[in-house]
């Protein structure tokens, strides 16, 4: 059974940088039959995906944050991670890692989330 | 971007009741649709993939249909479990998105 865990700070101050890892288990990131994800969701909205990372080493990020974010891996934890930079208040969302097929690329896997206000 | 437009944006509805919610693409995504539930304070859960694949464990009275630009979820004879946010979701071609959701509540 793949389980994602989300964790980093839940407070980050205006024009800092927003640091998430996801940590895979059940499974390893290594997979090339695998893409990761990482989705936000403001309070009572809907969901924006950030961008993904697979497995050969390729990303592709959401055009509208491209120029902020960053995903990159460490196999050896079977860990993936998010950098935003340069937040705002409106950077302030639950974050999801999730794993998606290489088939319909739908979202099968996620984490539960983690809340992440940007506030001084 | 490919935009996705669900309505209705919430459903009041009872229990045994028969909805259906619908998803238009901006373009067309061929069978590239996903639907997800969302319970208040949870990750959203895959329900459906590829318009009528039903993920594992998940109950036969949800179902998909649909093609190219037009989509729909129905759920028959609703469940109190039921009741949560749906979304469907575009995977065809990046940036991936989805549709605003649609809040079903108990009439």
């Known amino acids: 059974q793949v389980q994602l865990q989300e964790s980093g700070p839940g407070l980050v101050k205006p024009s800092q940088t927003l640091s998430l890892t996801c940590t895979v288990s059940g499974g390893s990131i290594n997979s090339d039959s695998y893409y990761w994800n990482w989705i936000r969701q403001p309070a009572g909205k809907g969901l924006e995906w950030i961008g993904r990372f697979y497995s050969i080493g390729s990303t592709r990020y959401n055009p509208t944050l491209k120029s902020r974010v960053t995903i990159s891996v460490d196999t050896s934890k079977n860990q993936f991670s998010l950098r935003l930079t340069s937040v705002t208040a409106a950077d302030t969302a639950v974050y999801y890692c999730?794993?998606?097929?290489?088939?319909?690329?739908?979202?099968?896997?996620w984490g539960q989330g983690i809340l992440v206000t940007v506030s001084s | 971007d490919i935009q996705m437009t669900q309505s209705p944006s919430s459903l009041s509805a009872s229990v045994g009741d028969r909805v259906t919610i619908t998803c238009r693409a901006s373009q067309s995504i061929s069978n590239y649709l996903n639907w997800y539930q969302q319970r208040p304070g949870k990750a959203p859960d895959l329900l459906i993939f590829g318009v009528f694949n039903l993920q594992s464990g998940v109950p036969s009275r949800f179902s998909g249909s649909g093609s190219g630009t037009d989509f729909t979820l129905t759920i028959d004879s609703l469940q109190p479990d039921d009741f949560a946010t749906y979304y469907c979701?575009?995977?065809?071609?990046?940036?991936?998105?989805f549709g605003l959701g649609t809040k079903l509540e108990i009439k």
């Open positions: 999730a794993r998606s097929g290489d088939g319909g690329y739908d979202f099968d896997y």
């Open positions: 979701h575009q995977s065809y071609s990046s940036p991936h998105t």
